[in-house]
């Protein structure tokens, strides 16, 4: 997996504990949601994002290596 589905795969997860953990122990863990969803938009309109930072250094490729199909 590359970078992008990593930082994708990070951001539903954190979305859907935090709704989860909002629904079932407490409404507050609806701000942590928030949060996710502005970082998003935020490095939408920055180009940056402290996960993808993190990621890369965790040593995640930013290539496209393992994708399959043709570019016409």
Same mark, same amino acid.
């Given at each position: 997996?590359?970078?992008?589905?990593?930082?994708?795969?990070?951001?539903?997860?954190?979305?859907? *504990? &935090?709704?989860?953990?909002?629904?079932? !122990? +407490?409404?507050?863990?609806?701000?942590? $949601?928030?949060?996710?969803?502005?970082?998003?938009?935020?490095?939408?309109?920055?180009?940056?994002?402290?996960? *993808? &930072?993190?990621?890369?250094?965790?040593? !995640? +490729?930013?290539?496209?290596?393992?994708? $399959?199909?043709?570019?016409?």
């Amino acid at each position: 997996m590359n970078i992008e589905r990593y930082l994708r795969l990070i951001a539903g997860f954190f979305v859907l *504990i &935090s709704a989860a953990l909002g629904f079932a !122990v +407490s409404p507050w863990f609806l701000l942590f $949601t928030a949060f996710v969803g502005l970082n998003l938009m935020q490095s939408a309109f920055t180009n940056w994002c402290p996960m *993808i &930072s993190l990621l890369r250094r965790l040593g !995640v +490729s930013d290539g496209a290596a393992g994708r $399959t199909g043709m570019a016409l």
